[in-house]
């Protein structure tokens, strides 16, 4: 934990905070409802027992999460408690209201129609900025009238660091899922630029009949020295087949990282150096580092390969880790963060992979790379770039470098990835790891240590080429 100096900055943060007050709170008069209306009756407290559950944390000024997708006939529920302001929940066609401000307050609504349902804060946002979230609820899929859906990015917005590394963007299929559907998405030019801002990036996104998840795509953003203006670009959806097009576009705003920015939320930054490391069959711990004092809390969410980010906890800011529990066995999960602070919310980090304790078991050098005599079993898992074949990945053992193996993404005989283990038991007690890779596609490396059944695991994202890896702790000698 960062030791940072409080009394010396009590002057320039009570400034602080009241010129963020003056960014996230709208002036001039303002109409607040009377009373509820148009929720639930016998509301749970606190929204005990509801899945679909959206919190506002003590000093928090975002709703956790900011978008829930459910089934038709589904309760959403919102609770807080003890906040050092106040609070409303009010849809953003009037449909739904929790009443007048209050620093703590329970509000349930059952949604039936499908598709994207807004909802903001009425004294720290608006339908269109601030403080809002999102409602989404899928189409019926038995077949009969639920229908194509539509295509759209989710949100219609993102604002981000410089130093981010990457940006997520999310594509939603609300409305319906019947039959497949493709998009095709694209990067264009604003006052950010192609290859001095960001990676032009382009592909299609694809669905399967009856799939409602969301899809997503990464766009690398660049990181230079300058000291410059808040700049954006446009992610541009086209040439939908299977469903409608929705909002065919979304806006990218980079926030400079040199002192140049501006603006709401410009010194909250997302935490780096984020690791995962499984403990034991059920369980994976999160280390990150980089948290700046604007951080108040730091949101934790999860995925399964394939599958769509869910927030999972919040920790405060300071703790710098998080174990997960409850986990499947021989599994491996996705993690990102992002930190919340009075002055808005950080970009996402970068993604880390971890996995649980799989079988302690001998290496299928029938479907895997088996190094060190059998010791270690090691795999690659890829995803190839649009259009392009899957090949599935490819390895190579070699017999003078018996702890040495290649793998390659494609059927190309070329290849692309390196994994190398070392004996450091002499040393610090611990097998050293050593990846590295040429590849710029989508990849999970999974090491299992055959004896123990504990697995080490990689992430790297499309449209960037991992920095080799020089792990001196991947694995116990004991």
């Known amino acids: ?195 001095k801002d960001f990676t032009r990036r382009n592909g299609t996104l694809s669905w399967g009949a009856g799939d409602q998840d969301p899809k997503t795509f990464q766009v690398p953003i660049k990181n230079d020295k300058a000291k410059e203006s808040d700049e954006t670009f446009t992610i541009k959806l086209s040439k939908a087949t299977g469903a409608g097009l929705g909002a065919g576009s979304a806006t990218v705003t980079i926030r400079d990282n040199d002192g140049g920015g501006s603006g709401c939320g410009a010194s909250v930054a997302a935490p780096a150096q984020l690791q995962a490391r499984g403990q034991s069959e059920n369980e994976i711990r999160l280390t990150w580092a980089g948290e700046t004092a604007a951080a108040g809390e730091i949101r934790v969410e999860r995925r399964q390969p394939g599958g769509s980010f869910r927030e999972i906890a919040s920790v405060p800011a300071g703790v710098a880790s998080f174990t997960d529990s409850g986990l499947a066995g021989g599994a491996t999960f996705q993690y990102r963060l992002r930190a919340v602070g009075a002055d808005g919310v950080s970009a996402f980090s970068e993604i880390a992979a971890g996995a649980t304790d799989g079988a302690a078991a001998a290496c299928d050098d029938a479907n895997a790379l088996c190094l060190d005599n059998g010791r270690f079993e090691a795999t690659v898992e890829w995803r190839p770039l649009a259009g392009s074949a899957d090949g599935g990945a490819r390895r190579m053992v070699l017999p003078e470098a018996p702890n040495s193996g290649l793998f390659s993404t494609s059927r190309s005989p070329d290849q692309q990835l390196l994994i190398n283990m070392l004996d450091g038991c002499n040393v610090n007690g611990h097998h050293w790891l050593y990846f590295a890779s040429l590849a710029d596609v989508e990849l999970t490396v999974k090491v299992r240590d055959t004896q123990t059944g504990r697995t080490w695991a990689y992430f790297n994202p499309a449209g960037s080429v991992p920095a080799p890896v020089r792990d001196v702790e991947a694995f116990s000698c004991n």
């Open 1 to 195: 934990m960062t030791n940072r100096p409080i009394l010396p900055v009590l002057g320039l943060g009570f400034l602080l905070a009241v010129s963020a007050w003056g960014q996230h709170h709208f002036m001039g008069a303002q109409d607040y409802d009377d009373g509820p209306g148009g929720g639930d009756n016998n509301t749970p407290a606190g929204c005990a027992g509801v899945q679909a559950k959206i919190t506002i944390s003590a000093n928090g000024l975002t709703f956790s999460p900011e978008s829930v997708t459910i089934d038709p006939g589904q309760p959403v529920c919102w609770t807080w408690s003890g906040t050092s302001t106040t609070h409303t929940v009010k849809a953003d066609d009037g449909t739904f209201t929790s009443g007048p401000p209050a620093d703590r307050g329970t509000f349930q609504r059952t949604f039936s129609t499908p598709g994207t349902h807004g909802f903001h804060c009425q004294v720290h946002g608006n339908p269109t900025g601030g403080m809002r979230g999102a409602v989404v609820v899928r189409g019926s899929n038995n077949g009969g009238g639920g229908g194509k859906g539509n295509l759209a990015p989710s949100p219609g917005s993102y604002t981000v660091e410089e130093g981010v590394g990457a940006l997520t963007v999310t594509v939603e299929r609300t409305g319906g899922s019947d039959g497949a559907a493709t998009v095709k998405y694209e990067t264009a030019n604003g006052t950010a630029k192609v290859n």
